[in-house]
């Protein structure tokens, strides 16, 4: 098992007990597992915001299935085919598909990718979640 560091923190105790709170509510099981995500997900947006960064995620869009999103996202993804790990169609109902798309790439092509699927007319919602293992991405 790898080494852990330990620190300490001050804060106001009204805010360590909203916090204690959330991560009640989160079925955390202590606070140091809660703080390391919290960490984490700092470190991810940090890197997401350098363009240049190898990162990695996912983005999710939702579409209608009649008219020409279908084809017209397909063809976004086929431009970006060396970003895109996997795709996965999900037939969410007589008129809508999900579609998550596992990215990894630089930051700055991920985020132009998912704005580029979003602006599809036809697609109705679009997320992109941004994900880091921390380490360079080879
Ligand atoms: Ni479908």
């Known amino acids: 098992m790898e080494q852990l560091a330990r620190f300490g ?4 105790p009204e805010l360590l007990e909203q916090f204690d709170a959330l991560i009640a509510e989160k079925g955390y099981a202590n606070r140091s597992e809660a703080i390391r995500d919290l960490i984490r997900g700092a470190v991810a947006e940090r890197r997401w ?3 240049q960064s190898e990162v990695a995620g996912a983005i999710c869009i939702i579409y209608d299935h009649h008219g020409n ?3 017209l996202v ?3 993804q ?3 085919y060396r970003s895109i ?3 996965t169609h999900v037939h969410l ?4 598909c999900l579609e998550v798309l596992v990215v990894k790439g630089r930051a700055g092509e991920l985020r132009s990718l998912a704005d580029a699927v979003t602006r599809v007319k036809g697609v109705k919602f679009g997320r992109l979640i941004l994900g880091t293992t921390g380490e360079n991405l080879p």
């Open 69 to 71: 999103a279908g084809r």
């Open 74 to 76: 397909a063809d976004t």
């Open 49 to 51: 915001e350098d363009e």
């Open 78 to 80: 086929h431009e970006a």
């Open 9 to 12: 923190v001050s804060m106001a």
């Open 85 to 87: 790990v996997s795709t």
């Open 93 to 96: 109902s007589h008129d809508s």
